[in-house]
């Protein structure tokens, strides 16, 4: 069975840094491509950032220069630092994975943060 667990949520004043994490079992990490994204309320779910098995990288452009995706295939850990912060960043962020062997796509719970202004 698949697991993605998002942690590292908050709320944060504008301008301020959070540090998502999101640990995943079930799948072969290391091959997988992976993927945060984020809903606000009354809004579609939107791509933040993903990360390719091979460490490539891709971002919104709301959030280029700002947030840094990153993973760690020993942990079967992904991350996402976020810096200067802002309002509209306000949202609940999803980890997602594609399973290298089959491209089934999973998602985690989600986790809420709030950047106040």
């Known amino acids: 069975q698949v697991h993605l667990v998002e942690s590292g949520g908050g709320l944060v004043q504008a301008g301020g840094s959070l540090r998502l994490s999101c640990a995943v079992s079930?799948?072969?990490?290391?091959?997988?491509?992976m993927g945060w994204y984020r809903q606000a309320p009354g809004k579609q779910r939107e791509m933040v950032a993903r990360i390719s098995s091979g460490g490539s990288t891709f971002y919104a452009d709301s959030v280029k220069g700002r947030f840094t995706i990153s993973r760690d295939n020993t942990k079967n850990t992904m991350y996402l630092q976020m810096n200067s912060l802002k309002p509209e960043d306000t949202a609940v962020y999803y980890c997602?994975?594609?399973?290298?062997?089959?491209?089934?796509?999973?998602w985690g719970q989600g986790t809420q943060v709030t950047v106040s202004s």
């Open positions: 997602n994975s594609v399973d290298g062997r089959n491209t089934r796509s999973y």
């Open positions: 079930g799948i072969i990490f290391s091959i997988s491509g």
